[in-house]
Structure formats: structure tokens, C-alpha cells
T-cell receptor
């Protein structure tokens, strides 16, 4: 089954510092990968996605992620953290045809940005 | 488009009572998903529909849970009878196609508390 593992349930960075949120996937088929962000008391919002093609994917709010097949990773980065980036971040992988390609989510990483 | 609309935003009920959660997907989206979010288990897929037809309900925890989609613009998730362990945030999401290509659009969720 397709799954993702997010390393680190909590990450703390200083404002202006690099943000790195880790995600590793397991998939028996070419993966379709996603990053979502959840602000308090809100639903999940799509940040970016990888389907095929270019392995470096740019998303909203200055975030980007790189698909590395050899490392089975899809880490999320942002060069300079902003206070407004504080939120919960979820990595997800599309399932296979048996599951209707439904997304399987990681447990999430809570990002704290300190002044 | 107003996005995916869920109601109510918050629900507090007593154990044993029936609870009904509602969802209006984005017009034109042909897939609808119900997820449950808890601290312990993260985001779990409960059930999904394609063109109003339930396709996979293997994530529904017990017979106390049921979901319907009588038309393309409305879905319900019912819990009868409710139990304290059902307390969670329930999300509805919709997508054009399986979501594999474009991802899902999530509603703001319903926070259910069963006392």
C-alpha cells in the first residue's frame, strides 16, 4: 500500500531561517505526491503537488519540494520562514487503483516560527 | 465558487445521540471524500463517492457510521449512536477526477465532541 512517513512531529525555526520538513514515501507504483498546510481551525489547503515531469515543484507562499526517487523522499522547503508559516503540514501520496487513488496522509508536522 | 461547505462547524452531543454532518462539494467535482482527524490516528479516510455512488467504505469504523450522497451537491455522514471515542474533526473533500492529478479541496471541517 502507498504510505508516507513524516519525520519530526514538531519543527521549530527562527523567522528568516530555512524551513525543511521531511517526507518519505512508500509506493509500489509511480507516486503522486502532495503537501498540504492546515492553519488552526481550518481545513487543509494544497501547497504543491508532484505528478510527473520536473522533480522540483514550486508551490504557493514560496514553498517548494523535490521528488527524489532514489531516496524515496519529497521534502518541503522554504528559504526564509515567516511568522505566518506557522501551521500543520501534511505530506500525502496517492493510492493505487484499488483504492481509487485516494490520498494517504502522513501524521503531520507542526511548524513553529519564533521571532 | 464558495469551496467545500461543511455544517455544522462545531457539534457537541451526548453519548447515544444521533449526529449528522453535512457537506456540499464544489460544483462539478465528481469525487467526494470523508476523512476523520484525531491526534492519535491523524487523517483517516472513511469513505468516498464517485458520481454519488459509494465506492469504498472500508474505512468506516463501525456500523454506527453511515454516509449518503443523494445528489451531486450534498452528502451526509451519520453516527448513530454516538460514543465519546467518535470525538474528532471530520473533513469533507471533493475533487475533479480521483484527486490524483489536481489534489483535493477540503472543507473547514466539523469538530465533533461527544460527552
Amino acid at each position: 500500500a502507498q504510505s508516507v512517513t513524516q519525520l519530526g512531529s514538531h519543527v521549530s525555526v527562527s523567522e528568516g531561517a530555512l524551513v525543511l520538513l521531511r517526507c518519505n514515501y512508500s509506493s509500489s507504483v509511480p507516486p503522486y505526491l502532495f503537501w498540504y498546510v492546515q492553519y488552526p481551525n481550518q481545513g487543509l489547503q494544497l501547497l504543491l503537488k508532484y505528478t510527473t515531469g520536473a522533480t522540483l515543484v514550486k508551490g504557493i507562499n514560496g514553498f517548494e519540494a523535490e521528488f527524489k526517487k532514489s531516496e524515496t523522499s519529497f521534502h518541503l522547503t522554504k528559504p526564509s520562514a515567516h511568522m505566518s508559516d506557522a501551521a500543520e503540514y501534511f505530506c500525502a501520496v496517492s493510492g493505487n487503483s484499488n483504492s481509487g487513488y485516494a490520498l494517504n496522509f502522513g501524521k503531520g508536522t507542526s511548524l513553529l516560527v519564533t521571532p | 465558487d464558495a469551496g467545500v461547505i461543511q455544517s455544522p462547524r462545531h457539534e457537541v452531543t451526548e453519548m447515544g445521540q444521533e449526529v449528522t454532518l453535512r457537506c456540499k462539494p464544489i460544483s462539478g467535482h465528481d469525487y467526494l471524500f470523508w476523512y476523520r482527524q484525531t491526534m492519535m490516528r491523524g487523517l483517516e479516510l472513511l469513505i468516498y463517492f464517485n458520481n454519488n455512488v459509494p465506492i469504498d467504505d472500508s474505512g468506516m469504523p463501525e456500523d454506527r457510521f453511515s454516509a449518503k450522497m443523494p445528489n451531486a451537491s450534498f452528502s451526509t455522514l451519520k453516527i448513530q449512536p454516538s460514543e465519546p471515542r467518535d470525538s474528532a474533526v471530520y473533513f469533507c473533500a471533493s475533487s475533479l477526477g480521483t484527486g490524483r492529478i489536481y489534489g483535493y479541496t477540503f472543507g473547514s471541517g466539523t469538530r465533533l465532541t461527544v460527552v
